[in-house]
């Protein structure tokens, strides 16, 4: 069974620094895949914040995440992570990965359960 799991979340202050992560297990080749995190905070849409190509040589990031955020992958590992740099109280959400298949024929796509980000002082 394919799973997507995230971690790394929990509380930070106000400029502070997390690093999430989104580990595949399961039987899947995790480099077919393009990986795009997105959040939700309380009252909000879904919303994305950054993805990376199933090689890792494009990326995109939400305009309110530019030059805060990065997103990286190691296939070894099978992980997506996202370094967060500079948190603000308005990054306060439920950070979620998203795992689409981008093979002819492929048509997985998966979702991780989440994991909160609470950033407060």
């Known amino acids: 069974q394919v799973q997507f799991v995230e971690s790394g979340g929990g509380w930070v202050q106000p400029g502070g620094s997390l690093t999430l992560s989104c580990t595949a297990s399961g039987e899947l080749t995790f480099t077919w895949y393009a990986i795009t995190w997105y959040r939700q905070a309380p009252g909000n849409e879904r919303e994305l914040v950054a993805s990376?190509?199933?090689?890792?040589?494009?990326?995109f990031y939400a305009d309110f995440v530019k030059g805060r955020f990065t997103i990286s992958r190691h296939d070894i590992q099978r992980a997506v992570y996202l370094r967060m740099n500079s948190l603000q109280p308005e990054d306060t959400a439920v950070y979620s990965c998203n795992a689409r298949c981008v093979i002819p024929r492929c048509h997985g796509d998966y979702w991780g359960k989440g994991t909160l980000v609470t950033v407060s002082s």
């Open positions: 990376i190509s199933s090689m890792g040589d494009s990326t």
